[in-house]
């Protein structure tokens, strides 16, 4: 829908003659709006461009109106849900008057908060998900272990679907999580599915929404405390005691927090990144920022491959070593280039979408700078393990890849040479866009590795 259809359809559903459509924000896969009104007052529009990593898949809109309706009433904060348009692209919502964002929150407001919002994550978490209505999510039998296989097999079509080029490590995640899936049985709940900052709504005390709902699923509760892990204290870093928020949540729900699960929950986590980083540069928009994509590639491979490897009780090498740098042949020109845009370019350029390219242009001339002087080892580095692993000559990478994803895919008994490979692939990749980097090697937290202090346990 163009924007004067969307605001025509919200004025049909609110009867209130739709005044003014502001754009908050663009997502990977939405953008949201803010929809006045002449009579009704204000709502939220989150609009489906069909042109996000995700579309044309099973993470729909509609998939999200169905747990917005499901959750009414039943003690979960959440927007209101005020229509859905008859093609499934747009969802109006309540308006909740408060805001995602918590840069300048005290420190002690922010413990609050995160807090707060385990506890809101364990009442979603205490609800029976056989008392909703929940068509179009799938009802495994009533056992995170089911459901988690059918989490996994969502996400594998998700992946066929939306990429084009080969992804050994995808293709390696997909078959260590089935092999390695908890099997036992345990009560399945509704999941948010991308637990984690800036999908709630707060008033700088307390949790007043959960939003963003495309993810939401039937399966095990340690999925989204891996969410959590990952993207707060992982990624984010400063969201509050690990520790004590998982003894409130399992001290609020009665459930044991299984550290085994957790660690399967991490790796499956960080694949779910994986595709949707993977399904974006394979479906390439004119909002979507590359650079930021091409980096995270490297980053979460190298993560997924060592969750996998904590996973399987497989002891990866050590990091590898970068070569020594030399000044490559176009360094100089890359060098002058970048100064021209600093210089010259960038403080010419006002327009929001320009200039957020502009900013990322330093990413791009580091990773040209590293591919010109360490590049060509990288290089030869990678088609030697490759060509090992094949057993043959490989003068193409892309090729090696693609070669070794069919190898996956047809059950060929290499997972621990590929583990080994793509741990020091994905860091030669890494080595490419040094400005981009976070600490991808670094350990997950202990409490993944241990018990919380205090926290009931379980073994699956």
């Not at 205490?126 to 969502?154: F, I, K, N, Y």
Request: hydrophobic share 40%.
């Amino acid at each position: 829908m163009r924007d004067d259809e969307l605001a025509a359809w919200v004025s049909g559903v609110t009867r209130g003659g739709t005044t003014s459509l502001d754009r908050l924000a663009q997502g990977r896969s939405r953008v949201t709006y803010i929809a006045r009104t002449a009579s009704a007052g204000a709502y939220i529009v989150r609009f489906d461009t069909g042109q996000g990593p995700l579309s044309d898949t099973e993470l729909t809109l509609r998939r999200e109106a169905t747990v917005y309706a499901a959750l009414r009433g039943r003690g979960v904060p959440i927007p209101a849900i005020h229509g859905i348009s008859p093609d499934g692209t747009a969802l109006l919502l309540e308006l909740i008057p408060d805001t995602c964002e918590v840069a300048g929150l005290p420190p002690r407001a922010l413990d609050t908060l995160y807090d707060d919002y385990l506890d809101r994550l364990a009442d979603l978490h205490r609800v029976d998900p056989g008392t909703l209505e929940l068509p179009g999510l799938g009802r495994p039998a009533d056992a995170a272990a089911a459901a988690t296989l059918a989490e996994l097999d969502l996400w594998e079509r998700v992946f066929r679907r939306r990429t084009v080029r080969p992804w050994p490590v995808v293709e390696l995640a997909l078959r260590m999580l089935r092999r390695l899936r908890p099997t036992g049985s345990g009560p399945a709940v509704l999941c948010h599915g991308d637990i984690g900052p800036k999908n709630f709504m707060h008033d700088g005390r307390r949790v007043t929404a959960l939003i963003d709902w495309e993810f939401a699923h039937v399966g095990d509760p340690m999925d989204d405390l891996a969410w959590w892990i990952f993207r707060g204290h992982e990624w984010l870093g400063g969201v509050g005691d690990l520790d004590r928020q998982l003894r409130r949540w399992s001290d609020r729900t009665g459930t044991p927090v299984d550290p085994g699960r957790l660690r399967f929950h991490r790796a499956l986590v960080i694949l779910r990144w994986l595709v949707i980083v993977a399904a974006a540069l394979d479906n390439p928009t004119a909002t979507l920022e590359r650079a930021i994509y091409l980096a995270l590639v490297s980053v979460t491979s190298t993560q997924l491959v060592r969750a996998l490897g904590e996973l399987d009780a497989v002891v990866l090498p050590a990091p590898i070593e970068p070569p020594p740098a030399s000044a490559g042949p176009a360094r100089e020109a890359l060098a002058a280039f970048q100064e021209e845009i600093d210089t010259v370019v960038r403080p010419a350029v006002t327009e929001p979408q320009a200039a957020l390219r502009l900013r990322l242009s330093p990413h791009y001339f580091a990773h040209l700078t590293a591919s010109d002087s360490i590049g060509p080892q990288l290089q030869h580095d990678e088609t030697r393990d490759l060509s090992r692993l094949l057993r043959r000559p490989v003068t193409s990478i892309a090729a090696g890849h693609r070669d070794l994803a069919g190898l996956l895919r047809d059950d060929a008994d290499i997972e621990h040479e590929t583990l080994e490979l793509l741990w020091r692939s994905s860091q030669r990749a890494a080595l490419l866009w040094p400005a981009t980097r976070p600490k991808a090697l670094a350990p997950p937290p202990e409490v993944i590795s241990r018990p919380p202090a205090g926290t009931r346990t379980a073994a699956w």
